[in-house]
């Protein structure tokens, strides 16, 4: 770990040595595009995307800024598709930087920070992430009848739940008709967060 920040500083010393730039006199802003508030849902996660942009007093973007993405060694996190969990990137023109995480398979809740650098000025952002897995609860009654509907809880570390409700559909008398109504859920990139 120590290995990796010090070769990082070097990395940033070289770059401002090898590229000079002109003062920054009224600082600079880092906002968040994508990756705050994010749940990783368990056992499968999807790959999750983060994203920042850096821009000056002026609100132009600033290119070549150093962002250090890093996650915790061990416990609930997220790693890059190479397995290490500190990743430096350059702003581009547009003042922007990302990177792809996949979560592990420990439910809990974490925070990555990305660190900015640019002309000897730098920031340091805090996320908020953490592991989930969707777990199945048994149908409740309703009546004198079992309901149709059954509910699954997406169990955030720390005691947050999030309930989602899923539509069961009777068997159809006719093979072509499909059910109607209910509730579809498909993969995306969409998360549920909470604090």
Same mark, same amino acid.
């Given at each position: 770990m120590h290995r990796q920040i010090f070769s990082l500083l070097l990395f940033v010393s070289l770059l401002t040595a090898a590229? #000079?730039? #002109?003062e920054l006199h009224n600082g600079f802003t880092v906002s968040v595009l994508q990756g705050d508030d994010v749940t990783h849902s368990l056992p499968n996660p999807p790959t999750a995307h983060l994203s920042i942009r850096v821009t000056d007093g002026n609100a132009n973007p600033i290119s070549g800024a150093v962002a250090v993405f890093e996650f915790p060694e061990s416990g609930p996190t997220a790693l890059l598709?190479?397995?290490?969990n500190v990743k430096a990137v350059l702003t581009d023109t547009d003042g922007k930087a990302g990177i792809e995480v996949r979560a592990n398979a420990q439910p809990g809740r974490f925070e990555p920070t990305i660190t900015v650098n640019y002309l000897g000025q730098s920031t340091l952002v805090r996320l908020h992430h953490s592991n989930a897995s969707l777990t199945p609860v048994p149908a409740k009654t309703v009546g004198s009848r079992k309901s149709s509907r059954k509910w699954y809880y997406l169990a955030a570390g720390g005691g =947050? =739940?999030? =309930?989602i409700l899923l539509a069961t559909h009777r068997k159809s008398t006719s093979a072509s008709t499909p059910p109607a109504g209910g509730i579809t859920i498909t993969p995306g990139s969409g998360t549920v967060g909470g604090n």
């Open positions: 590229n #000079p730039q #002109p598709s190479d397995g290490s =947050a =739940a999030v =309930a």
